[in-house]
């Protein structure tokens, strides 16, 4: 569901960290840090692209904290296992055995969408 930004207080901030990927939001767009906000319907956007990279050590913790865990799982398991054991690690999935099973990817490029569990 998406949320009109018309719908949105006054002054109200989306921050989206994403953006290299398409962004959070219909509105977004990349920024940088030397322009770094722009405002759509007095919503004000902040959209700075690579954001991590102003920190990179700090950001690149962060990550393998995050991700560490799906690591093991596919080295402990194997990917197919690892994806049916865990339903969040198999929504992270975008393509698999020349499948697209992401449904934003499919509809993006026009391609027919495989549910991840059928793609094995």
Not at 21 to 42: K, L, M
Not at 65 to 84: C, D, F, P, Q, S
Request: charged residues 15%; contains cysteine.
């Amino acid at each position: 569901m998406r949320v009109s930004l018309a719908l949105m207080k006054i002054a109200a901030r989306l921050l989206s960290v994403g953006v290299n990927q398409g962004g959070c939001f219909e509105t977004t767009h990349a920024t940088t840090h030397q322009d770094p906000i722009f405002v759509i319907d007095d919503v004000v956007h902040y959209c700075v692209a690579n954001m991590p990279g102003a920190v990179p050590r700090t950001s690149a913790i962060a990550l393998g904290n995050a991700t560490l865990r799906y690591g093991l799982e596919i080295a402990g398991k194997g990917v197919e296992e690892a994806l049916k054991a865990d339903k969040g690690l198999a929504l992270g999935l975008n393509c698999y055995n020349g499948k697209v099973t992401c449904v934003g990817v499919a509809e993006t490029f026009g391609m027919e969408y495989i549910p991840a569990y059928e793609a094995f």
